[in-house]
Antibody, heavy 121, light 111 residues
Framework: QGELVESGGGVVQPGRSLRLSCAASGFTFRNYDMDWVRQAPGKGLDWVAVITYDGRNKYYADSVKGRFTISRDNSKNTLYLQLNSLSAEDTAVYHC??????????????WGQGTLLTVSS | QSVLTQPPSVSGAPGQRVTISCTGSSSNIGAGYHVHWYRQLPGTAPKLLIYGNTNRPSGVPDRFSGSRSGTSASLAISGLQAEDEADYYCQSYDSGLSGSVFGGGTKLTVL
């Protein structure tokens, strides 16, 4: 199953930027598409973005398109999420997740515990 | 408002069978995209429960089963146990949004 450990969360003022990281271990990271899924306090799951195994293709939820950037470094087994122009609506626990399946029939077969981002002045 | 609709809560007594519905539309479940289910115990990360509509990952007991028909899918849990008390989420792909979508989640209470 492997392990995913997120870091980089914290308290940030509206309009500022932040970068989240996710360290992967226990599986061949470069072989898997990877996603970020977030969960606002007391709310449900919200898919944020996906990056293909080779980093060539990236897709985003409409709510973050143009503000967030997903990237990866396969040499470091690390996934990133750059968050810009943050607002209170971005307050959530951000989970790094490994994609199973393929194409449009993807599912999330391994989850990190998440890192909490709070956007507040 | 989630793209996939789930009942906010369901309940059942130990040993009983409960089902959780997940209703979508022609751009997701109705288009034939697979439905997957996750369980989230309090204070923990979600865990994959069912993938590809009906498949259980290794280690998930056969008390859990999934099905899909038309624009809807269901998760059935038989032989309810106290430890099944959790939040359950369905997930699929939406062609209009070009990305993964989740249901709003269902809280299962074991009476």
């Amino acid at each position: 199953q492997g392990e995913l450990v997120e870091s980089g969360g914290g308290v940030v003022q509206p309009g500022r930027s932040l970068r989240l990281s996710c360290a992967a271990s226990g599986f061949t990271f470069r072989n898997y598409d990877m996603d970020w899924v977030r969960q606002a306090p007391g709310k449900g799951l919200d898919w944020v973005a996906v990056i293909t195994y080779d980093g060539r293709n990236k897709y985003y939820a409409d709510s973050v398109k143009g503000r967030f950037t997903i990237s990866r470094d396969n040499s470091k087994n690390t996934l990133y999420l750059q968050l810009n122009s943050l607002s209170a609506e971005d307050t959530a626990v951000y989970h790094c997740v490994r994609g199973g399946g393929s194409g449009t029939d993807r599912y999330f077969d391994s989850w990190g515990q998440g890192t909490l981002l709070t956007v507040s002045s | 408002q989630s793209v996939l609709t789930q009942p906010p809560s369901v309940s059942g007594a130990p040993g009983q069978r409960v089902t959780i519905s997940c209703t979508g539309s022609s751009s997701n479940i109705g288009a034939g995209y697979h439905v997957h289910w996750y369980r989230q115990l309090p204070g923990t990360a979600p865990k994959l429960l069912i993938y590809g509509n009906t498949n259980r990952p290794s280690g998930v007991p056969d008390r859990f089963s999934g099905s899909r028909s038309g624009t809807s899918a269901s998760l059935a849990i038989s032989g309810l146990q106290a430890e099944d008390e959790a939040d359950y989420y369905c997930q699929s792909y939406d062609s209009g949004l070009s990305g993964s979508v989740f249901g709003g989640g269902t809280k299962l209470t074991v009476l």
